[in-house]
């Protein structure tokens, strides 16, 4: 396990935030804020999707009227974004946020950033330093000749000093660049330069799959040198396919628990036995519903499908007309063939609920030989299927240059 970076512990309300406490997941709404059914019910969907903080817009009186209105009611955290008018985030924090994000490029008065630090101060609640590449200060971007990873670590380390100067410690960073590398090498300055809890995210990453790559490129190499504490994808999408893409991340590299499905399933080839990808979308819908927190392989063929997914919990490979469903790489039962998702998230309940030994005990005897069988079968048809004999021929004829191309 990696080694995480020591920061100081933040509380956006109930969600801790750095000095040890689970990378959280963030993502934002979409919604006019002013509607304040329409943004509860995206609230809700990025909840249940694994946001474990929302960010809501305050760009307008209406606005903070309605996040007054929805606080109360919102299953998480609210954070309110600000840009330029200092007095929304006054507003804002009179409405019950229980954190605001800045953005250092578009409110520079020190008096300003120090009367917000003030009320968040006296309401208990921290403020994001929020850089972004493409507003930063046009001082800093003179100063550094464009937006690189220093004019943006210089622009959050001027906006800290002057909470600082304040007394105010409740901070969380944030310095988002559209570039990949340049977003890396930013954090990792930044990481180096102060102690607070940073909040990681690739800026305007555009729709997936583009903005998917993106984000994890920028996100998990962050993250998998123990840097960052709360993260936000930034797609051009719908924000649950945020907060489902960043939870599981987290999953992925290790760093929250698993509370959903994981997939896992071999590309298939030319040994496969199955339409891999349509048993892969079947199995995925039926296992979705079920809701099962489990890791499950769909492999396209029993010759090498249990070894190779021997670590999943549990999983199914075809081979000759039949599903061979595995439990921790044993062949445990040998279905019909067009049976076998069924059998599958069958056995994947039971899984959950009876426990791998109760499961291993309760399996068919007879269907790891059967298993076996069919494996050394398949390996004896597919040599054939190969054609391995004129692909030899073929391959010296080439090295001989007697083959079709060189005539
Ligand atoms: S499990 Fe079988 S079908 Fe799938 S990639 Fe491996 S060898 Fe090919």
């Known amino acids: 396990m990696t080694t995480r970076r020591a920061t100081r512990q933040i509380h956006v309300g109930s969600v801790a935030v750095g000095g040890g406490a689970p990378v959280s997941v963030q993502s934002m709404t979409t919604t006019k804020t002013a509607d304040v059914d329409g943004t509860l019910a995206q609230i809700y969907a990025l909840s249940g999707a694994g946001a474990d903080i929302v960010r809501v817009t ?3 009186v209406a606005a903070a009227q309605g996040l007054a209105e929805m606080i109360p009611r919102s299953p998480v955290p609210i954070v309110a974004d600000i840009h330029f008018q200092y007095r929304l985030a006054l507003a804002a924090v009179e409405a019950g946020v229980a954190g605001l994000r800045l953005n250092p490029g578009n409110i520079r008065k020190e008096s300003h950033i ?8 006296a309401a208990g609640i921290p403020i994001r330093v929020g ?38 410690h409740d901070i969380k960073i944030s310095v988002k660049h559209s570039d990949v590398p340049s977003m890396v090498a930013a954090y990792r300055l930044l990481a180096d330069t102060v102690e607070y809890p940073l909040h990681l995210g690739v800026t305007e990453a555009g ?34 396919e945020e907060a489902k893409a960043g939870r599981s991340l987290l999953e992925y590299l290790g760093l929250r628990e698993r509370q959903g499905l994981d997939l896992i399933a071999c590309p298939s080839c030319g040994r496969a036995e199955v339409d891999v990808i349509g048993v892969v979308e079947r199995a995925k819908a039926a296992l979705e519903d079920a809701g099962l927190p489990i890791q499950v392989a769909v492999m396209g063929c029993v010759v090498n499908g249990p070894g190779e997914a021997r670590e999943a919990d549990i999983g199914i490979a075809a081979g000759r007309g039949k599903g061979h ?27 959950v609920d009876e426990g791998v030994e109760a499961r291993l005990a309760a399996r068919d ?15 004896g048809v597919q040599g054939d299927a190969n054609a391995t004999a004129e692909r030899r021929a073929a391959v ?9 191309r060189d005539r």
């Open 365 to 379: 005897i007879t269907a790891a030989d059967l298993a076996e069988e069919t494996r050394l079968e398949l390996i």
């Open 207 to 240: 729709p997936p799959p583009g903005g998917l790559i993106k984000s994890v490129a920028g996100i998990a190499s962050l993250l998998l040198d123990g840097i960052g504490d709360t993260i936000r994808f930034s797609l051009t999408a719908d924000p649950v």
């Open 131 to 168: 850089v972004n590449a493409g507003s930063l200060d046009k001082d800093i971007l003179a100063a550094h000749g464009g937006p690189v990873p220093e004019a943006l670590v210089e622009s959050a380390l001027k906006e800290i000093r002057y909470l600082e100067e304040v007394g105010f």
């Open 58 to 60: 305050c760009n307008d």
């Open 396 to 404: 010296a004829d080439v090295a001989e240059g007697t083959g079709e």
């Open 114 to 121: 120090k009367a917000v630090a003030a009320a968040a101060s």
């Open 325 to 351: 469903l595995f439990i921790k790489g044993e062949v445990v039962r040998v279905v019909p063939e067009g049976l076998m998702v069924e059998a599958l998230v069958e056995e994947a309940q039971r899984l």
